[in-house]
Nanobody, 122 residues
Framework: VQLQASGGGLMQAGGSLRLSCAAS????????MAWFRQAPGKKREFIVG????????YYVGSVKGRFTVSRDNGENTVYLQMSSLKPEDTAVYFC????????????????WGQGTEVTVSS
């Protein structure tokens, strides 16, 4: 089973980036797919989630209205479109998956991608 995150990079404040999480190795039906981020010196933070079927998107307040999560069924990929980026969005972004509902506790997620770094300059 593999989650492969990609798409990070350096961006100026106000810009946009799209992250991808390619999933393989099992049937993820019934799973919740989530994006976390971890800024330097901080704990890993849950920011968005979506069902594998592409429904029930959930956003934390700090990204709501700026980030959009989606699922490409044909490519088994979950995307995170990030817009109006801010310096405080600087972090390593991880995708993760678990069966059941969303939880903010990263310990309950079964599968993790390797992380992709996003740096937003002011």
């Amino acid at each position: 089973v593999q989650l492969q995150a990609s798409g990070g990079g350096l961006m100026q404040a106000g810009g946009s980036l799209r992250l991808s999480c390619a999933a393989s190795g099992r049937d993820f039906s019934g799973y919740r797919m989530a994006w976390f981020r971890q800024a330097p010196g901080k704990k890993r933070e849950f920011i968005v989630g979506i069902t594998w079927e592409g429904g029930n998107p959930y956003y934390v307040g700090s990204v709501k209205g700026r980030f959009t999560v989606s699922r490409d069924n044909g490519e088994n990929t979950v995307y995170l479109q990030m817009s109006s980026l801010k310096p405080e969005d600087t972090a390593v972004y991880f995708c993760a998956a678990r069966r059941g509902y969303y939880y903010s506790d990263p310990a309950v997620y079964e599968y993790w991608g390797q992380g992709t770094e996003v740096t937003v300059s002011s």
